[in-house]
């Protein structure tokens, strides 16, 4: 009886000490900070972030979350640009969502022309406008979401012209833009919507989060720069 007291005992312990190395919401550990990652959101309100259009967001923050939903503009983007970085972030669906992370935009005018978006959507398929995808341009292996109401992980990095996206630990999409040469065109000759290639789109530019008519929320978002 007494064994079995010691190893609960040890359990518990061992259960306290792994709560405690974890960040709260919206916090770094003592290990990212000393890895490099930079919090992009303080989970308190929108300093480090605007509307595209230049704009005060207009949407409260809700529970810890930046919601992009209503809140004046396509994107709500942060102020500082990136080039070659890992960003990680939790993102929550309401029943029928349709958003977007993007990232390395050149142009905040202008995301959808001179950006990538990962696509965060509602559903079941994996095709190039489903979630994980590299939006119009590389399609995931499989759609890992979990599903409205739930949070997903999604971990994006780029490196120079390779992009790869991970959804809830699992790595679904990836992409190098030297291969795509043409605009309007993939590798494989699939039609896209961008009036440059690929290989011509910025590898620095700014990360935004989309609002396209439906509820989603953010937060955990942080970068380590590469």
């Known amino acids: 009886m007494r064994g079995l007291q010691v190893i609960a005992a040890i359990a518990l312990l061992f259960s306290i000490t792994i709560q405690d190395c974890r960040a709260a919401d919206n916090e770094l550990t003592a290990e990212e900070k000393a890895a490099g990652w930079q919090l992009l959101f303080n989970g308190k309100d929108h300093t480090g972030w605007k509307c595209n259009n230049g704009k005060e967001i207009a949407c409260p923050i809700e529970d810890g979350c930046l919601v992009p939903y209503k809140s004046g ?98 790595t679904v999409t990836t992409m190098n833009c030297d291969e795509y040469t043409e605009p309007g065109k993939g590798p494989d000759g699939s039609k896209n919507k961008f009036k440059k290639a690929a290989k011509d789109f910025p590898r620095k530019g700014y990360i935004g989060l989309q609002d396209h008519g439906s509820k989603c929320w953010y937060k955990n978002i942080r970068i380590r720069e590469l």
């Open 73 to 170: 503009t396509y994107l709500i983007i942060h102020e500082k640009q990136f080039g070659d970085f890992v960003l990680k972030c939790d993102v929550k669906m309401d029943k029928a969502c349709n958003s977007g992370i993007f990232f390395r935009v050149g142009d905040p005018l202008n995301p959808v022309q001179t950006g990538f978006e990962m696509q965060v959507l509602t559903g079941k398929g994996s095709s190039i406008h489903d979630f994980g995808a590299v939006y119009e341009l590389a399609k995931p292996t499989k759609n890992n979401t979990k599903g409205p109401g739930q949070w997903d992980s999604v971990e994006i990095t780029c490196k120079g012209p390779k992009i790869t996206v991970a959804v809830n630990g699992e």
